[in-house]
């Protein structure tokens, strides 16, 4: 019998997951739109919720099913093959591999003050070992992540607890006037939420190792509720930290805002040791992408011809070539993208795939003995469709380029899927179902 993961480390995919570039990162982005901090805090707020809302939905849907590969298992088994094809596909070129992209280029970023900016050997290292460490056994994948999760977990808790209780030198971008009502209504807030989402994106990370998970249908909705409840509340309180120790014309429009916080609540050596930790943390956040994307990758090469060599395990049960597709394509998005760019259309792309995928927990028709049901269903997958569509539209309108990129790489993905074929044993089993 294959081992299983128990709750700790499935608790531990989903805040590694979470827990990441975007709320290290994001808050300069958002200041080039709206300043004032109730909005901001809003922004983060409203993220944790919805969030939350989807973490409902994807733990109904995985305690029906049971199956590894989240998105492309629930659209290909509730909506059309084709739609599950494309989340796959996007989680492939983007929904998993840019996170670890992204997750390097500010692994690099983060300790430019020990001249180690832009390394691109270093990050394209810190990629391929981690891609190691996650080819062998449930058992050391398990390890490897509880224990850089526990760093990342006590090192922003840290973080929060210093910014909070120390005075700082009383420069910072606090400004809680009544401006937000207006900031509410303008382009850059949706656009804002972009960032948001992207920084909570992982909510659902359990869900695609439901397989994999010991006693899933107690052990996977308390892991991805719970933890979304407590990155939530981490995400809220960190920003205001940012936003209470460093001015908003040192924070627009930068990728380092936690630096720039604390260098100015800490002095520049604090500043630096601050860096390294920022870097180190990120490790985990990397290997949670490459452990839970390769199993959405995995799931969709087995049904798949075109794809199907990636749909083989090694004898622990690990899809070792999935794994090494998505080392392979998160080491071409770090050295082809801008941060920002990378971010929005994978943000784009990641929104649309997730609000698609929730709204098949509207159609569960046969529901397990002793599934989760989301509480106070339609309603809140309802607000969640809402809320995102608000979201891609605005940001249409105001990143027509990234957008495009995004809408660009579904369309690739359907081309393909019009020319692949289905094995016929999956042929069967979907007509059968």
Not at 56 to 81: C, M, Q, V
Not at 354 to 377: E, N
């Amino acid at each position: 019998m294959k081992k299983k993961i128990g709750l700790i480390t499935a608790i531990s995919i989903v805040i590694a997951n979470m827990i990441g570039t975007g709320v290290f990162t994001s808050v300069g982005f958002q200041l080039s739109s709206i300043q004032n901090t109730w909005s901001i805090l809003l922004l983060w707020c409203l993220g944790g919720l919805f969030a939350l809302f989807g973490a409902f939905a994807y733990a109904e849907l995985g305690t029906n099913f049971k199956e590894s590969g989240g998105d492309y298992i629930y659209l290909s088994r509730l909506f059309n093959p084709m739609l599950g094809y494309l989340s796959a596909w996007a989680g492939l070129i983007v929904g998993f591999s840019a996170p670890v992209a992204l997750a390097t280029m500010a692994f690099t970023k983060y300790l430019a003050p020990f001249g180690l900016q832009n390394n691109l050997w270093l990050a394209a290292g810190i990629i391929i070992i981690i891609g190691c460490m996650h080819s062998f056994t449930i058992k050391s994948s398990s390890r490897f992540q509880n224990y850089t999760t526990l760093i990342k977990v006590l090192f922003i808790v840290i973080l929060i607890f210093i910014g909070l209780i120390l005075p700082g030198q009383h420069i910072n971008s606090i400004n809680l006037t009544n401006t937000w009502k207006h900031e509410l209504l303008k382009p850059g807030f949706a656009v804002s939420m972009v960032y948001v989402s992207f920084a909570y994106t992982g909510w659902n990370a359990a869900a695609y190792v439901a397989a994999e998970i010991n006693k899933p249908l107690r052990n996977l909705p308390y892991a991805l509720i719970a933890s979304t409840l407590f990155v939530s509340v981490v995400y809220v309180l960190f920003q205001y930290v940012l936003l209470k120790n460093a001015s908003v014309q040192q924070l627009q429009n930068k990728e380092e805002v936690t630096f720039i916080s604390f260098t100015n609540l800490l002095g520049l050596t604090g500043g630096k040791w601050i860096s390294i930790f920022i870097a180190i943390q990120l490790i985990a956040t990397i290997s949670s992408y490459l452990w839970v994307g390769p199993r959405v990758t995995h799931a969709m090469a087995k049904e798949y011809n075109l794809w199907k060599a990636l749909g083989t395990s090694n004898q622990n049960g690990i899809p070792v070539k999935a794994v090494w597709a998505h080392v392979a394509i998160s080491l071409v998005l770090m050295l082809s993208g801008s941060f920002e760019k990378l971010l929005l259309y994978a943000g784009f792309v990641l929104q649309l795939m997730a609000s698609l995928t929730v709204a098949t927990s509207l159609f569960i028709k046969y529901r397990s003995p002793g599934t989760f049901k989301t509480p106070f269903k339609p309603w809140l997958q309802i607000i969640f469709l809402l809320f995102n569509t608000w979201i891609l539209i605005f940001t249409f309108i105001d990143r027509p380029v990234e957008s495009s990129i995004g809408i660009g790489i579904l369309l690739v993905g359907f081309i393909i899927y019009l020319f692949d074929k289905p094995v016929a044993d999956f042929n069967n089993d979907i007509a059968v179902k």
